[in-house]
Each structure stands twice: as C-alpha cells, then as structure tokens.
C-alpha cells in the first residue's frame, strides 16, 4: 500500500510562499494522475491542482496563476508552490491520487495571516 506523506506548511504572511512536498512510498507519480487538495474546519477536501503521468496540469480557479504543481519522478515527490497566499488558502492540504485513491496522509497545515 502506498504511503503518502506531506509536509512544508506553516505560517505565513499574506502575499507570501510556501512549497508543499508530497513524498510517496512507491512510484505513483510517473503513472496516475495526482493532486493536491486542501480541506477546512467542516468542510470537504477540495482538489486544487492536479497532475497527469504526461505532465499535463489543471487548477481550481481559486489557485490559477498563483499555484505550481509539479513532480520529481525520480524522488518520488510530487510539489505543490504557492505565492502569492491570501487568507482564504488557509487549510489542511494533502496530496493523493485524483482518480485512483490511495491512504490519506495527515496532510500539512497552511496558515495565512492578513
């Protein structure tokens, strides 16, 4: 079973950056579409960006021209850049698959202040 870690969050200043990591126990990137996706208090995970095994990307309107996801096959990590963070962005992100579901991680906390 593939196990899916996230990690880089913190806390940060409106208009600022954070890179989210995803690391995966096996080599899933080069072969399914994956994706970010953010959750908050009562609310549903949302997927924000995703990633097909030929590079080929889609973000939520919400995140577009402000996040960049992206994959190291070879390290088994999957990105997630953002700038530009505004408030809303504040969240419990996590990384998995979009059409195939692995275990959810225990996803990594961003939090924008204003």
């Known amino acids: 079973q593939v196990q899916l870690v996230e990690s880089g969050g913190g806390l940060v200043q409106s208009g600022g950056s954070l890179r989210l990591s995803c690391k995966a126990s096996?080599?899933?990137?080069?072969?399914?579409?994956m994706g970010w996706y953010r959750q908050t208090p009562g609310q549903a995970r949302v997927l924000v960006a995703s990633?097909?095994?030929?590079?080929?990307?889609h973000y939520d309107e919400s995140v577009r021209d402000r996040f960049t996801i992206s994959t190291n096959d070879d390290k088994n990590i999957m990105y997630l850049q953002m700038n530009s963070l505004k408030p809303d962005d504040t969240a419990v992100y996590y990384c998995?698959?979009?059409?195939?579901?692995?275990?959810w991680g225990q996803g990594t906390q961003v939090t924008v202040s204003s």
């Open positions: 096996l080599s899933v990137f080069a072969s399914r579409i």
């Open positions: 990633i097909t095994a030929d590079g080929f990307t």
């Open positions: 998995n698959g979009k059409i195939q579901f692995f275990n």
